[in-house]
């Protein structure tokens, strides 16, 4: 396994770490004997890096990672995310209010049974919050030694301005893969230059480039896949693109997954990947993928197949606007689902707004691009 930096930190992570929200049941039913055996297996393959949320499974998968880390604490990297908090009406929403995230880290550190958070992130921006806020929350829990590091999810350009103007962060976690390449439209190179490393979540888009997905019909009644914008036609659409990324893995010895993994963590500015598993052999199939790093010339050659057979994946998510407000950072919608997200002049309640399942932005006819996104 390859250990990298994480940002300006002194944190050396694998490569290749593992992404917990598959033990939330997302994926279908796992139970949680076979999610800590996973865990554990993920550590002896050298997967020191584990990703995982308040918001899994309701705290539950929390949990479970504390469970499984028993008697091993010292041997993993623990990464989890805050400020999506229950709403009054009882959906998440993003809340980075200092209260919020203070009781968050609390509740955190009880339910994964530590005395510290080796990285703590806000998990998405909130636009009713002054970025100082936050800031201030987190770096009194960095004092107090509950927190080792901050870091940021699905923080893209603008927010990530906003942010350094009054704090710091030493990752931000963003989607990335063959098909979900937003951050290399400068967003890379930006967190480059200001020390901050990339995790890189969605690596494998939900095991679409994973090599064993059956049809979506297939799909297990819980699977949350099937209720992605799109995702039975992209399954459709990347048939022969996957066939052709398939070859190429064999030819090289690695599996489908394998190829998908490494081409991430190859990419400048990517310093790991978090995958997601629910079986052992799938921690340890990932892990070899961390071995090293694809040089420029395999790189090219995945991106000529990746050219040739280019797939435009349905990205627009319709969401009805509950309210609209003026924030800290201007104007700002409560979507129907829960989620605050900054909007554009002339979107009010009651109009349905086309949200980026991959930027978070709103994009509405008339503006210059997305909002709140890239």
């Known amino acids: 396994m390859e ?8 944190l050396r992570v694998a490569a290749i770490g593992l992404g917990t929200l598959p033990f939330a049941g997302g994926y279908g039913p796992l139970d949680d004997q076979a999610a800590r055996v996973t865990l554990r297996r993920a550590l002896d393959c050298g997967i ?3 990703d995982t949320s308040d918001n899994y499974g309701g705290g539950e998968v929390e949990k479970l990672v504390g469970q499984a880390l028993a008697g091993r604490r010292s041997e993993a990297i623990v990464a989890t995310k805050g400020g999506t908090a229950l709403d009054a009406q ?3 929403t993003n809340d980075a209010r200092a209260e919020t995230i203070v009781r968050a880290a609390e509740e955190s550190l009880r339910r994964l049974g530590t005395d510290w958070i080796d990285l703590y992130q806000v998990h998405l921006p909130d636009p009713a919050t002054p970025v100082a806020e936050t800031v201030g929350a987190l770096e009194r829990l960095v004092k107090q030694g509950k927190v080792r590091y901050v870091g940021l999810s ?17 990752a931000n976690q963003l989607p ?32 679409l480039f994973a090599g064993k997905l059956g049809p979506p019909e297939s799909l297990h009644d819980q699977d949350h896949r099937k209720s992605y914008p799109g995702f039975g036609d992209l399954v459709r659409a990347t048939e022969v693109l996957r066939a052709r990324l398939a070859a190429l893995a064999r030819e090289w010895g690695l599996t489908p ?15 790991c990947a978090i995958p997601g598993a629910k079986r052992p052999e799938q921690a340890e199939e990932n892990a070899r993928a961390g071995e090293r ?37 201007g104007r700002y919608a409560v979507l129907r689902r829960g989620i605050k997200v900054r909007v554009p002049h002339g979107v009010e309640a009651g109009d349905t707004v086309d949200m980026d399942i991959v930027t978070g932005g709103i994009s509405e006819e008339g503006a210059d691009g997305l909002v709140g996104g890239r």
């Open 3 to 10: 250990y990298r930096t994480l940002g300006s930190s002194d």
């Open 48 to 50: 020191n890096f584990i």
């Open 176 to 207: 990335y893969n063959f098909l979900h390449r937003d951050i290399e439209g400068g967003l890379l190179s930006l967190c480059r230059e200001q020390g901050m490393g990339i995790i890189a979540y969605q690596p494998l888009l939900f095991g």
């Open 293 to 329: 790093a694809f040089t420029r010339e395999e790189l090219r050659e995945i991106d000529r197949i990746l050219a040739e057979h280019r797939v435009s994946p349905v990205r627009a998510f319709p969401c009805p606007v509950d309210a609209v407000v003026e924030g800290p950072h």
């Open 154 to 170: 699905n923080f893209w350009e603008d927010d990530l301005r906003r942010w350094w103007a009054v704090g710091s962060a030493i």
């Open 90 to 92: 009882g959906r998440v």
């Open 257 to 271: 997954a394998q190829l998908a993994l490494r081409w991430a963590i190859s990419r400048p500015g990517v310093t």
